[in-house]
């Protein structure tokens, strides 16, 4: 199944899952992670959240959907970028892993990811966008998925230029 890269936000997305880029304590937050809470509903995501925390850098954990459209949010951890060179990369490919693993664990059909750690964790976006493709591609070549990389700034699409074909990308 291809994977789809999307312009839209991920907590109208229509599908089983959707992934939270969350921090360690799994506090609600800004950008992603605050919309996602405030979508799901603070309170009840909050206190899900609550029971799981901490989880490591790499790792992830699944809560209810709550008020969202899909069933479950997976909780990501990705990596604080600091200079490529302490396992970022590594750690960033763990959390699409995981997470797919999760959502195939729990009879998911499809999955939403943002483009972990490229915000305030400050990422590079190209770097970023090429570790989740590598990731997310490695892992479909032995499952089956309706995998979505949902980004929210269409300047991302700039850096598609050397995608493999078998990334569909569209925009909504």
């Known amino acids: 199944m291809p994977l789809k890269i999307v312009c839209n936000d991920i907590t109208k997305m229509q599908v089983d899952i ?28 909050q206190s899900a959240c609550d029971k799981l925390a901490p989880v490591q ?3 992830a954990v699944i809560t209810k959907g709550f008020a969202l459209q899909a069933k479950y949010i997976i909780h990501a ?8 060179k302490h396992e970022e990369e590594l750690l960033l490919h763990s959390c699409y ?10 009879g998911c059909e499809s999955i939403a990811f943002p483009l972990i750690s490229s915000g305030i964790y400050g990422y590079p976006k190209d770097e970023a ?20 990389l949902v980004v929210f700034d269409k300047s991302i699409f700039s850096l598609l230029k050397e995608l493999p074909s078998k990334v569909k990308v569209l925009l909504d």
Not at 129 to 148: D, F, K, P
Request: with cysteine; proline share 1%; glycine share 14%.
């Open 77 to 84: 951890v990705g990596p604080v970028y600091r200079d490529g």
């Open 57 to 59: 850098t790499g790792d």
């Open 97 to 106: 892993t995981v997470a797919l693993n999760l959502a195939k664990k729990h």
């Open 18 to 45: 959707i992934v939270n880029a969350a921090n360690s304590s799994l506090q609600a937050g800004g950008g992603v992670c605050g919309a996602i809470f405030n979508a799901a509903g603070v309170q009840e995501l």
């Open 129 to 148: 966008l090429a570790v989740a493709i590598n990731a997310i591609s490695g892992w479909l070549t032995e499952n089956e998925m309706n995998v979505s």
